[in-house]
């Protein structure tokens, strides 16, 4: 059971090792699939270790259980570690496909842009009009208070 339990916890340090190499190497699948075909042989050893498990003395169980117990946490850690991996490097893809979708991408014409043009000075000259009128009211009212109070003091 001892020479099983080092090769378990050999295969869990290897996988967590090729971990490393994941973030590192551009062109990961092979990696991944190194990963995973380690998770698959730890899950074959750890099947075999719980039957291992009773047959060790009784007086030993609880601690071989617990020893087994934690590679399989550490197993399920590694099988969870990798699906984020692999779902992180898919929005990776997806993000970079979109990324040179956008770039290659040709917006609208260059009667579309001119047309743009027109129609932002055409609203900065409405807006330059609409404050000039406001300004001529403005000044025409004070004008108007101003002639009424002269007319009604006068």
Same mark, same amino acid.
């Not at 074959?44 to 934690?70: H, S, W």
């Given at each position: 059971?001892?020479?099983?339990?080092?090769?378990?916890?050999?295969?869990?340090?290897?996988?967590?090792?090729?971990?490393?190499?994941?973030?590192?190497?551009?062109?990961?699948?092979?990696?991944?699939?190194?990963?995973?075909?380690?998770?698959?042989?730890?899950?074959?050893?750890?099947?075999?270790?719980?039957?291992?498990?009773?047959?060790?003395?009784?007086?030993?169980?609880?601690?071989?259980?617990m020893r087994v117990d934690q590679l399989?946490?550490? +197993?399920?850690? $590694? =099988?969870? !570690?990798?699906? &984020?991996?692999?779902?992180?490097?898919?929005?990776?893809?997806?993000?970079?496909?979109?990324?040179?979708?956008?770039?290659?991408?040709?917006?609208?014409?260059?009667?579309?842009?001119?047309?743009?043009?027109?129609?932002?000075?055409? +609203?900065?000259? $409405? =807006?330059? !009009?609409?404050? &000039?009128v406001d300004e001529m009211l403005h000044?025409g009212l004070f004008w108007n208070i101003?002639?009424?109070?002269?007319?009604?003091?006068?």
């Amino acid at each position: 059971m001892d020479v099983l339990y080092h090769q378990t916890s050999q295969l869990i340090q290897e996988a967590f090792d090729l971990f490393h190499k994941l973030d590192s190497i551009p062109d990961s699948d092979k990696v991944e699939n190194d990963i995973q075909f380690k998770i698959n042989a730890i899950n074959g050893n750890c099947e075999k270790l719980d039957i291992l498990v009773f047959k060790t003395p009784i007086n030993q169980r609880p601690m071989a259980k617990m020893r087994v117990d934690q590679l399989k946490y550490d +197993n399920k850690h $590694l =099988q969870a !570690s990798l699906i &984020n991996a692999q779902n992180k490097r898919r929005r990776r893809e997806q993000e970079k496909s979109e990324r040179e979708q956008l770039l290659s991408r040709r917006f609208g014409n260059d009667h579309m842009a001119i047309t743009v043009d027109y129609m932002a000075q055409e +609203n900065t000259s $409405l =807006q330059n !009009s609409h404050r &000039n009128v406001d300004e001529m009211l403005h000044t025409g009212l004070f004008w108007n208070i101003l002639l009424e109070s002269f007319l009604v003091k006068g």
